[in-house]
Structures are given as C-alpha cells and as structure tokens.
C-alpha cells in the first residue's frame, strides 16, 4: 500500500461548482499536512496548510479526520483557473521528508 | 526575482554522459531538496541538505553526487546517465526542519536521456 493516496482523476466539473477531493495516508504517525497545486509543466506550488481543526482559505477548505487517515479538499464555485494538480503532502512524526501522492487532476469546464 | 532558480531549464543527452543541474535560492533559507517527478508525475525526495549538512539521503543510485558549496546552493551531479534517469528534477528549499515549514520548488529541470 503507498504511503500516501489520491484519486487519480480527473474530475471534470463546470465552473461554479463544488469539487471535493480526498487523499488517505497509512502511517498514523503522521504529523503535518499539506495541499500543493501543480499546473502543467511547472513546479509545485503550496496551496494550504490543512490543521487538526480544519481551515478555510476563500472558496478552498481543508479537513483532516485523524481516526479515517485522509484529509480533503473542497473547492466551492470552482473557476477555469482552478484547474491543475492537486497535490497532497505528508509528513510522518520524527521525519522532515515531505511524502507527495501521485496528484488529483482537477479540470474545470467552460 | 526568481526565489529558487535551476540551470538549465533542459538538459538533454546521452546515455553514459556525465551532468549537473544547479540549484540556487535567494530566500535566505537553510534547508535545500531535490526530488525527481517521473513520467507518471510521481514526486519523490531524493536529498535533503540543512546548513550544508546531508539530512536525507534516500535510496538514490550512487550515481547521483548532490553538494552544497554554501546554504544557497545545491547542486546535483549525475555520473553515467541512464534511460530511467530521463525525468523532471526540482530543486526546492524551505526556512528549516520544521514540519510546518513550507517548501517552495523551482522551476524544474527537464532531462531527457538518449
């Protein structure tokens, strides 16, 4: 099982709507998570810190459930511009490796 | 101004040849990576230097010699290149060890082995 999992995709939505995805890791030591975005042919880009309690960040929200391992992310009236690479990052207690999954693609319809 | 910058953009060459990618940031950061992303955009570390220290060395070919001259620095030296060495390979660095620190990537070096 890899350590960290996405939905490959990709998730074809229309603009304006809300696009929710979600990304399991398998170490419960885990310590720290993040959401990157990464559009074609460039570098990974952080989007959002995701904290025990969930935070928000204009029309992007980020949840961790501890007890299920994954954390979310939720897109609401998603923009052409939203779409790329989502990808989500882990990193285990007593470690400072960042652990990225392969990335869910994420394109958002005219 | 570029925070974290890589030369070259692309790099492409043959199979046996010797080359280096070089990394720089001016972020006054003290930690530098590098990490390949193969062709199924999968983004794996492969080394870690903190104040010129090797922190993380995961599994990589001794073929590939990373070296930081200062903490600005990082630069990757791979010796007989591979067809599976052909991937993107970012350079990135963040303020420190941390777990909460981010990392900010460079722009990526395309390398494509013939």
């Known amino acids: 099982r890899k350590e960290v999992e996405q939905d490959p995709g990709p998730f074809n939505v229309p603009e304006g709507a809300t696009v929710a995805f979600n990304c399991t890791y398998s170490n419960s030591a885990s310590q720290s998570f993040f959401w990157y975005r990464q559009d074609c042919r460039k570098e990974p880009k952080l989007l959002m810190s995701?904290?025990?309690s969930g935070n928000e960040d204009g029309r992007f929200t980020a949840q961790l459930n501890r007890a299920s391992q994954y954390i979310s992310l939720l897109i609401r009236d998603s923009k052409l511009s939203d779409s790329a690479t989502y990808l989500c990052v882990v990193i285990t207690s007593g470690t400072y490796k960042y652990i990225f999954g392969t990335g869910t693609r994420l394109k958002v319809l005219a | 101004d570029t925070a974290v910058s890589q030369t070259p953009k692309y790099l492409v060459t043959q199979m046996g040849n010797d080359k280096s990618i070089k990394c720089e940031q001016n972020?006054?950061?003290?930690?530098m990576y590098w990490y390949k992303q193969d062709s199924k955009k999968f983004l794996k570390i492969m080394f870690s230097?903190?104040?010129?220290?090797?922190?993380i060395n995961e599994t990589v070919p001794n073929r590939f010699s990373p070296k930081s001259p200062d903490k600005a620095h990082l630069n990757l030296h791979i010796n007989s290149l591979e067809l599976g060495d052909s991937a993107v390979y970012f350079c990135?660095?963040?303020?420190?060890?941390?777990?909460?620190?981010?990392?900010?990537f460079g722009p990526g070096t395309r390398l494509l082995v013939l």
């Open positions: 972020l006054g950061h003290d930690t």
């Open positions: 230097y903190n104040n010129k220290e090797l922190i």
């Open positions: 990135a660095s963040s303020q420190g060890l941390a777990r909460q620190e981010t990392q900010y």
């Open positions: 995701v904290y025990s």
